[in-house]
């Protein structure tokens, strides 16, 4: 069976969630600045769409991490691909991921952000999937939970398509 694709969330409701999301770090943030850092690939759309909403001063760097063995499931290795260009030291980092998943990548890249001394560290994800949950992580902004199924779209994409996606969809007839 060929690959469709059905709509998990749209577009309308992603949009309005973001501002909300950017609204709410607008406030926590007040007389700040935040330095909001990417996660490649898949947090790219979100963090631009985000960082548009956010009202206090911005910067922005980003990093590349890759945790995963095949196309859909998880090997449990972390490998920085692409570090920040600039020290996080004393700055209110902001992390901005796609999903959260098992957790494991988010477990690890705290852990080595947290050691170069940021003033404060965040994690923003647009999805989280709590029920796939192995490593404990705190999530401090999440834009939608969501079932176990495996989603593409705003960034997220299935073996590098679907990623232009401006919905979150489910990708159905996979072997
Ligand atoms: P974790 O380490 O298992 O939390 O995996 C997080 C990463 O796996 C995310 O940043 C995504 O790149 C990828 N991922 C997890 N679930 C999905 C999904 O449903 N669709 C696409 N990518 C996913
Ligand atoms: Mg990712």
Redesign the pocket.
């Given at each position: 069976m060929a690959e469709t694709i059905r709509v998990l969330v749209p577009e309308e409701e992603v949009d309005a969630k973001i501002a909300e999301l950017g609204e709410k770090i607008s406030e926590d943030y007040a007389g700040k600045q935040v330095h909001l850092i990417c996660?490649l690939k898949?947090?790219v759309f979100f963090m631009c769409e985000l960082a548009k909403r956010i009202t206090v001063p911005v910067s922005m760097d980003f990093m590349c991490v890759?945790?995963?063995g095949d196309d859909?499931s998880?090997s449990g290795i972390?490998r920085i691909a692409k570090d920040l260009d600039e020290s996080i030291q004393g700055k209110d980092v902001l992390i901005v991921?796609?999903?959260?998943?098992?957790?494991?990548?988010?477990?690890y890249l705290m852990d080595v952000l947290e050691k170069r001394n940021p003033n404060s560290i965040r994690l923003c994800t647009l999805?989280d999937?709590p029920e796939?949950?192995?490593?404990d992580?705190k999530v401090d902004y999440v834009g939608f939970d969501i079932p176990d199924?495996?989603?593409?779209g705003y960034g997220?994409?299935?073996a590098q398509k679907y990623r232009n996606l401006p919905y979150i969809g489910v990708v159905e007839g996979l072997e």
């Open positions: 996660i898949g947090g890759s945790s995963y859909t998880s972390v991921e796609d999903i959260i998943d098992s957790g494991r990548t988010l477990y999805l999937k796939r949950r192995v490593k992580v199924e495996f989603v593409v997220l994409d299935y």
